[in-house]
């Protein structure tokens, strides 16, 4: 077995949906699976294109957004290695819900559909994992539309970069750094807001000592601070 079959096997395996596998579904899965390169900017599938199946990142991001009447987008995620998406697509067939753009030189291992659905209806266990990573995502979507309506920009902008820090920091100096760069017209199109609105917000609490902001990259180094900001 080659080291980048090996590697994308590691990938799948640590994934929720898939860790229960046994090593011939794995098998089977694999031989199912292939590998897409994108580079920076390219469109890996738009809102409305059909929902052929699954995929997770094995090198680079992708980020996941819809584009409003108007021409402003609206980031709901960022997708980096090692985590799966599309999983709806899994259950339903149906159009993609978002757009998926990457944003950097990216490789992406992709399961159709055709070929994962034997492994749902001989396997209930793993069609309940499914349902509860798609439960998860409901969740994670409700809770930020209840963000937008009930907490300011302020408020949702640290509860944002906390979490992040939560899911991808990594020890550096005196807090935790986000292990991705995340430039600000990325962070003001998750936010629903202007680049400005958070250069602005982002000096301010640079400036209390909160957060080190360098080219896109952002390191949290008082997160009782932010966490304060949206728990009150």
Same mark, same amino acid.
């Given at each position: ?9 590691? !990938?799948?395996?640590?994934?929720? %949906?898939?860790?229960? /596998?046994?090593?011939?579904?794995? #098998? &089977? @899965?694999?031989?199912? $699976? ?85 492994? !749902?209806?001989?396997?209930?266990? %793993?069609?309940?994992? /499914?349902?509860?990573?798609?439960? #998860? &995502? @409901?969740?994670?979507? $409700? ?90």
């Amino acid at each position: 077995m080659t080291d980048a079959v090996t590697d994308r096997r590691a !990938l799948l395996r640590e994934h929720f %949906l898939l860790k229960a /596998l046994s090593e011939d579904e794995m #098998d &089977k @899965l694999m031989r199912f $699976s292939n590998v897409q390169t994108f580079k920076s900017g390219d469109v890996i599938f738009r809102k409305g294109d059909p929902g052929e199946g699954m995929m997770a990142v094995l090198k680079g991001q992708i980020r996941i957004g819809v584009m409003s009447a108007e021409g402003k987008e609206l980031i709901h995620n960022i997708i980096n290695p090692g985590q799966v998406f599309g999983e709806i697509a899994l259950l339903d067939g149906k159009e993609r819900s978002a757009d998926a753009v990457a944003i950097a030189p990216t490789d992406v291992l992709v399961v159709l559909r055709r070929d994962f659905l034997p492994f !749902l209806e001989a396997d209930a266990p %793993l069609c309940i994992r /499914l349902m509860t990573v798609l439960c #998860d &995502k @409901l969740r994670q979507t $409700s809770e930020l539309a209840e963000d937008f309506m009930f907490l300011e920009l302020r408020q949702r902008l640290a509860k944002r970069l906390v979490r992040l820090a939560q899911l991808y920091g990594r020890p550096w100096r005196s807090g935790v750094i986000i292990n991705f760069r995340l430039p600000q017209r990325e962070l003001a199109a998750m936010m629903g807001t202007s680049r400005e609105s958070i250069n602005k917000q982002l000096r301010e609490w640079a400036e209390a000592g909160w957060l080190e902001v360098d080219r896109g990259n952002i390191a949290v180094l008082n997160m009782d601070a932010l966490t304060r900001e949206y728990e009150v």
